[in-house]
């Protein structure tokens, strides 16, 4: 079974307006850490934000915040106010355990277009 | 400071052809992580070298796989001989060893390999 879930293969936002990108993971791991990356057209994957299984509060980088349902094992993006920039592939990663320093389980992204 | 650096960026070969991929991780980053997406799939983690010794190769496909991290620097990741099967964007990825949850992998533009 897939640990990484995005149900959304493609969204559309208008530029200046909130869009959610959902993620699901699955997990007996009590500690992990849940990782989203942006990977414009250029191909570089580009870190956006992190989540950590024991954190009380969500994530939250500037125009990028991280519902964090633990119960409902859910991570999902919000990218507040979009921008023509941000149209590209987002990826939803997870880390388990405590080997910090572990591999990462990817889901298979969600492209977004803003539209202007 | 310059981020991880891959090499080729685009490599086209024929079934039965060798091919080697090269990725320089951030200087000072311990850690270093191969993965490929294959057919627009998920990102799937192939190894994970500390320095020079491989922590964990439990994804790679097959024999004809060979990662090297000679002197705990830049990485090789040889294919051969290449199958149609192969084909997909191979991604590097590094991080320091910081022993704690928060650990980013920062990751490269990856290689596309096209295998004809």
Sequence with gaps: ?116 | EAGVTQFPSHSVIEKGQTVTLRCDPISGHDNLYWYRRVMGKEIKFLLHFVKESKQDESGMPNNRFLAERTGGTYSTLKVQPAELEDSGVYFCASSQETGRPKNIQYFGAGTRLSVL
């Design chain 1, 1 to 116: 079974a897939q640990k990484i879930t995005q149900t959304q293969p493609g969204m559309f936002v208008q530029e200046k307006e909130a869009v959610t990108l959902d993620c699901t993971y699955d997990t007996s791991d009590p500690s992990y850490g849940l990782f989203w990356y942006k990977q414009p057209s250029s191909g570089e994957m580009i870190f956006l934000i992190y989540q950590g299984s024991y954190d009380q509060q969500n994530a939250t980088e500037g125009r990028y915040s991280l519902n964090f349902q633990k119960a409902r094992k859910s991570a999902n993006l919000v990218i507040s106010a979009s921008q023509l920039g941000d149209s590209a592939m987002y990826f939803c990663a997870m880390r388990e355990g405590f080997r910090y320093a572990g591999k990462s389980t990817f889901g298979d992204g969600t492209t977004l277009t803003v539209k202007p």
